[in-house]
């Protein structure tokens, strides 16, 4: 597990000091007095639609209903968002953030926006920057284009074009990058109907997020088998 220090700087700011991963940087992370301010539909009140044996909300619950397939899934976003890459953490946590918007699942937007947000210096102002408008958002070039193509696999994997994929290589994407943004977009996609096709909650409370977007040791971390 990667060695990290929290130090609370003042009530909406967290500096967090992650060995190898963001070298100390500090964000202006709203949690929890506002959440994003991004549309992302109404809440669900109806409760799941299968009778869960846990009281954790969204995902985390059906990873506790069903931790056959909690390990697979958690395997495919350790390697994605925190394997080794040339993206950082934070960018990949924003590609998650993006496609969660677009897909209007409240649970993994405000759990991977508080994630992406508090390792960008720009805080959650980048994240609502990216959702309200990709085209003036204070993203690189290189990172403007990535998420341009996970907003095409949002759509459908047939709407990423040859132009989308050419625009990111001439900003500086390489193979693998554009590889693994249209497989977060799409494995996103994924998780996102699950969270939601089973009516899972989205709790209000921000703080819930981001007491999570201050854990560090991955989609692993955590075990989700039932006692034997």
């Given at each position: 597990?990667?060695?990290?220090?929290?130090?609370?700087?003042?009530?909406?700011?967290?500096?967090?000091e992650?060995?190898?991963?963001?070298?100390?940087?500090?964000?202006?992370?709203?949690?929890?007095?506002?959440?994003?301010?991004v549309?992302v539909?109404?809440e669900?009140?109806?409760?799941?639609h299968?009778?869960?044996?846990?009281?954790?909300?969204g995902?985390r619950g059906?990873?506790?209903f069903?931790?056959?397939?909690?390990?697979?899934?958690?395997?495919?976003s350790?390697?994605l968002?925190?394997?080794?890459?040339?993206?950082s953490?934070?960018?990949?946590?924003?590609?998650a953030?993006?496609?969660?918007a677009l897909n209007?699942c409240?649970?993994?937007?405000?759990?991977?926006?508080?994630?992406?947000?508090?390792?960008?210096?720009?805080?959650?102002?980048?994240v609502?920057?990216?959702?309200a408008?990709?085209?003036?958002?204070?993203?690189?070039?290189?990172?403007?284009?990535l998420l341009?193509?996970a907003?095409a696999?949002?759509?459908?994997?047939?709407?990423?074009?040859?132009?989308?994929?050419?625009?990111?290589?001439?900003?500086?994407?390489t193979?693998?990058?554009?590889?693994?943004?249209v497989l977060i977009?799409?494995?996103?996609?994924?998780?996102n109907?699950?969270?939601?096709?089973?009516?899972t909650l989205?709790?209000a409370d921000?703080?819930?997020?981001?007491?999570?977007?201050?854990?560090?040791g991955?989609y692993?971390?955590?075990?989700?088998?039932?006692?034997?």
């Amino acid at each position: 597990m990667t060695n990290a220090t929290l130090t609370r700087d003042r009530v909406d700011a967290v500096t967090l000091e992650v060995a190898g991963e963001t070298g100390g940087a500090t964000c202006g992370l709203d949690w929890p007095l506002r959440p994003p301010a991004v549309d992302v539909g109404e809440e669900r009140t109806c409760g799941p639609h299968i009778a869960l044996d846990s009281g954790e909300p969204g995902i985390r619950g059906l990873f506790r209903f069903r931790p056959e397939t909690a390990q697979p899934l958690n395997a495919l976003s350790e390697v994605l968002l925190c394997g080794k890459s040339t993206m950082s953490r934070g960018e990949r946590e924003l590609i998650a953030a993006y496609v969660s918007a677009l897909n209007e699942c409240r649970f993994c937007f405000f759990t991977h926006a508080a994630f992406a947000a508090v390792r960008a210096p720009e805080g959650m102002g980048l994240v609502e920057q990216v959702c309200a408008d990709l085209d003036a958002a204070p993203v690189s070039g290189k990172m403007r284009a990535l998420l341009r193509i996970a907003g095409a696999v949002q759509q459908g994997g047939k709407r990423v074009t040859a132009e989308q994929v050419a625009a990111a290589r001439t900003a500086g994407a390489t193979e693998v990058e554009i590889h693994d943004t249209v497989l977060i977009a799409a494995a996103f996609c994924m998780y996102n109907r699950y969270v939601d096709g089973l009516a899972t909650l989205a709790p209000a409370d921000p703080s819930v997020y981001a007491d999570r977007a201050k854990m560090t040791g991955g989609y692993l971390a955590t075990d989700y088998r039932r006692p034997a």
